[in-house]
């Protein structure tokens, strides 16, 4: 019926225009929040579950606004990688870790590499390493205090392997330590393994999901069987119970970073959580 298909039609189009005056209040904050420092790192820890020792922190990024309180990544990230605003939020989540690992450093405190996301545009933009670098060194924090996570779109949405490869290297020339962020999320994980020198692959939290089932436990031994022959740190993501911990604990899987450890806090929480363990 005419009238119906209509009314469908526009209420769908109302919808597509809500959602695109929602990305561009979005981007037309973008600039003041920086400014503002309304952007905060929260941490969360990867646990060796050998000791159940802190060995690391991913920085996850919270855009905490006055007037519309706690926006989460997934409401901004896609869009900001859309509209090219990801290279500047990137490199300020950069420096702000390492303004922490400074002081962390300063004050004596236990310290552990944390890994920062970058995102594809990022990693593709020339002389980023380096600058990063530089900004690494400002703070006086050894970049081998730092890691970079790189999720599996960034390879296969890039058919450029060998320009993939140089930023791997120059990655690890610079001293930084390299993560394969979401593995197992795509389609040509596998592939990746043989074709680029990372140090640490993070198993997508998907793996974990139906663990009770004998197929998923029989995965899961096998890739960790695989990234030990390949010598690479395996973290498993998004771990949030304790039958997937005891799972992981029967196949010795190295690292875990899940809601069952700790959710991502503030800094200065993290810093008390970390301290009472
Ligand atoms: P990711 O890098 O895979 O980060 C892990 C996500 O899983 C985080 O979501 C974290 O809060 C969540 N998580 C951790 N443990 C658990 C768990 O036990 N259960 C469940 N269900 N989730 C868990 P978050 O913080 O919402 O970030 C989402 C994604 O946004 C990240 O996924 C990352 O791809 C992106 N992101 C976050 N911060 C940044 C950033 O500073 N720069 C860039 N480029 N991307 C970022
Ligand atoms: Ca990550
Ligand atoms: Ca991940
Ligand atoms: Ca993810």
């Known amino acids: 019926r005419l009238g ?9 189009d109302a919808s597509f225009t809500a959602r695109l005056q929602k990305e ?3 981007s037309a904050l973008f600039l003041p929040s920086l400014e503002n420092e309304d952007f905060k790192i929260y941490l969360q820890p990867k646990v060796r579950l050998a000791d159940g020792r802190v060995m690391g922190a991913e920085a996850l990024v919270r855009w905490d606004h006055p007037l519309k309180g706690m926006i989460y990544p997934s409401d901004f990230i896609p869009l900001f990688e859309k509209n090219g605003s990801i290279c500047q939020l ?17 004050e004596g405190r236990e310290i552990f590499p944390i890994s920062v996301n970058l995102s594809r545009q990022n990693f593709k933009k020339p002389g980023i390493l380096e600058d990063f670098a530089g900004i690494a060194g400002q703070h006086h924090v050894p970049t081998g205090l730092i890691e970079l996570e790189l999720t599996e779109s960034v390879f296969f949405e890039d058919q450029d392997i060998e320009n993939i490869k140089g930023q791997i290297k120059e990655m ?14 795509g389609f040509s994980s596998l592939g990746l393994l043989k ?10 939290r998907r793996f974990f999901l139906d663990i009770s089932q004998k197929k998923a436990k029989d995965v899961v031994s096998c890739l ?3 990234s030990g022959k390949l010598k690479v740190h395996t973290v498993a993501e998004g771990i949030e119970t304790s039958e997937q911990l005891d799972f992981l604990r029967s196949i010795n ?3 875990v970073q899940g809601y ?11 810093e008390a959580w970390a301290d009472s363990q």
């Open 195 to 204: 074709e680029f020198d990372v140090d640490t692959i993070k198993l997508d």
């Open 4 to 12: 119906h298909d209509d009314d469908t039609c526009i209420f769908y």
């Open 224 to 226: 960790l069987e695989l």
């Open 172 to 185: 690890h020339r610079l001293g930084f330590l390299c993560s394969l962020d979401d593995f197992g999320s």
């Open 253 to 255: 899987c190295e690292l």
């Open 260 to 270: 069952i450890f700790s959710r991502p806090l503030p800094v200065s929480d993290f």
């Open 90 to 106: 990137d490199s300020y989540i950069f420096t702000k870790v390492c303004s922490v690992l400074e002081r962390w450093i300063k």
């Open 24 to 26: 561009q209040d979005l």
